[in-house]
């Protein structure tokens, strides 16, 4: 059986770049924050010669703005900015209703050592202009929508958890979009840092320029290093009731396995593949990405089974049907 299949699946790679804007290690002293009515502002301090200006939206830098307020709750160590919040790093753009930071005191081991030089033998309070603090969780909500150069992601609901090195969009209507692709899905997308792995969960698809789908439960990206550094996709596997959509044809199979290297798609268990009223059954089946066949597998000491129907004679009594009505 000949698929004539394209699908190039590319799950939410955006994930990292909403990883990169709350990332780890990102330090109050690090954050700049702006109002749209900001309070009088107070005497600015003074800029010695030899101190270089960093660069806007550099690497480093997180910087809030708000059209409402920004709020710095000390009992709850956390700041929170309201009213179209927006915050930037890198080339990275956070945007929700409501922005809340969560920080917590740095280890006198990582605290910065031109704080302990510059105040020796004082307690530093932590707070926003200590610099010896660090945000370890941030919650956007309501209208969250993340930017990352070419990629985007949308929904009600996202959370950074530093200690579980994870990222966590929730919503009604869950999305993320590539120039190639579109993901969505009904529970979550996720990105979780140590494992270097995107997941979509909950009724998962990743919709193809071309019209290709690949859908299931569960849609999870496998990430890899390539030699410059840079994060690049290399398999993605679906779990529970995984369809791989063309226009011609339809696979079902209980799991799938797509390698982008290989270009080659796997699907295991349950598997049928159709092509109009044709059906072809096995245990597995293996699809080659880039000259759209197909083929089908049968399990141990099992047969593969075709069916296939004759559109002639299915032709006549539907237009016999017709003709009666």
Same mark, same amino acid.
């Given at each position: 059986m000949t698929q004539r299949s394209r699908l190039r699946p590319l799950?939410?790679?955006?994930?990292?770049?909403?990883?990169?804007?709350i990332a780890p290690g990102t330090r109050a002293e690090q954050t700049k924050v702006k109002t749209a009515k900001p309070a009088a502002p107070s005497a600015p301090a003074p800029v010695q010669a030899n101190q270089a200006k960093p660069?806007?939206?550099?690497?480093?830098?997180?910087? #809030? &703005?708000?059209?409402?307020?920004?709020?710095?709750?000390?009992?709850?160590?956390?700041? =929170? *900015? !309201? %009213? $179209? +919040?927006v915050a930037k790093r890198g080339t990275v753009t956070l945007m929700a209703d409501t922005l809340i930071a969560y920080y917590r005191p740095l280890s006198a081991a990582?605290?910065?050592?031109?704080?302990?030089?510059?105040?020796?033998?004082?307690?530093?309070?932590?707070?926003?202009?200590?610099?010896?603090?660090?945000?370890?969780?941030?919650?956007?909500?309501?209208?969250?929508?993340v930017i990352s150069e070419d990629k985007d992601a949308w929904g009600d609901r996202a959370e950074y958890d530093k200690d579980k090195s994870v990222i966590v969009l929730t919503g009604s209507a869950l999305k993320a979009t590539t120039l190639e692709d579109? #993901? &969505?899905?009904?529970d979550s997308l996720e990105y979780w840092q140590d494992q270097d792995?995107? =997941? *979509? !969960? %909950? $009724? +998962?698809?990743?919709?193809?320029?071309?019209?290709?789908?690949?859908?299931?439960?569960?849609i999870g990206g496998h990430f890899a290093k390539d030699a410059h550094g840079t994060s690049v996709l290399k398999t993605?596997?679906?779990?529970?009731?995984v369809v791989v959509t063309t226009p011609t044809?339809?696979?079902?199979?209980?799991?799938?396995?797509?390698?982008?290297?290989?270009k080659r798609t796997v699907l295991f268990g349950n598997v049928i593949a159709t092509h109009g009223d044709n059906a072809i059954k096995g245990a597995s089946a293996e699809v080659n990405m880039d000259t759209g066949v197909s083929q089908v597998f049968p399990g141990v000491n099992q047969r593969v089974i075709a069916v296939f129907q004759r559109q002639s004679n299915s032709a006549k009594p539907e237009t016999a049907k017709s003709g009666k009505q």
């Open positions: 799950l939410a790679v955006l994930l990292i770049g909403v990883a990169a804007c660069p806007a939206h550099d690497e480093g830098t997180l910087e #809030v &703005t708000s059209d409402r307020d920004l709020e710095w709750l000390q009992q709850d160590h956390a700041y =929170v *900015a !309201r %009213g $179209n +919040a990582s605290a910065p050592a031109k704080d302990k030089a510059a105040h020796p033998g004082t307690a530093q309070q932590s707070g926003f202009d200590s610099g010896n603090t660090e945000i370890w969780r941030v919650v956007a909500e309501g209208k969250v929508h579109t #993901v &969505t899905a009904r792995m995107a =997941v *979509a !969960r %909950g $009724n +998962a698809k990743i919709v193809k320029v071309n019209g290709d789908t690949l859908a299931g439960d569960l993605i596997e679906s779990k529970g009731n044809d339809v696979v079902h199979g209980d799991e799938g396995v797509y390698d982008l290297t290989a």
